[in-house]
């Protein structure tokens, strides 16, 4: 079992910056792939970002490469996103997910046994 609660979100402006935080419960967070997602009002959730349970292999979305970084430490059972140039369709609730170890890095919700609650990023224009 793994609980995950995230931090970070809130209202920044275009161009702006955000560091979300997963903080994970439980002795076990390094034997899990661990991910972003995001749903935005009226849209389906969808993948931001991953990394292998080393933090050995990441991969992102087409639409959030070359402006987020994800990274974990598993001495400290988190895993961060830090999202820079934000842009308002960035808008959406990011969850942190835990999930199968795979080679490379799941895109499909279906991969990802647990998930955080969800923190709001809300990027004004």
């Known amino acids: 079992q793994v609980q995950l609660v995230e931090s970070g979100g809130g209202l920044v402006q275009a161009g702006g910056s955000l560091r979300l935080s997963c903080a994970a419960s439980g002795r076990t967070f390094g034997r899990y792939n661990m991910a972003w997602f995001r749903q935005a009002p009226g849209k389906e959730r969808e993948f931001v970002a991953g990394?292998?349970?080393?933090?050995?292999?990441?991969d992102y979305a087409d639409s959030v490469k070359g402006r987020f970084t994800i990274s974990r430490d598993n001495a400290k059972n988190t895993v961060d996103l830090q999202m820079n140039s934000l842009k308002p369709e960035d808008t959406a609730v990011y969850f942190c997910?835990?999930?199968?170890?795979?080679?490379?890095?799941?895109?499909?919700?279906?991969?990802?046994?647990?998930w955080g609650q969800g923190t709001q990023v809300t990027v004004a224009s």
């Open positions: 990394t292998t349970w080393r933090g050995g292999s990441t």
């Open positions: 997910a835990a999930g199968a170890r795979t080679a490379p890095v799941s895109y499909s919700e279906n991969q990802y046994a647990y």
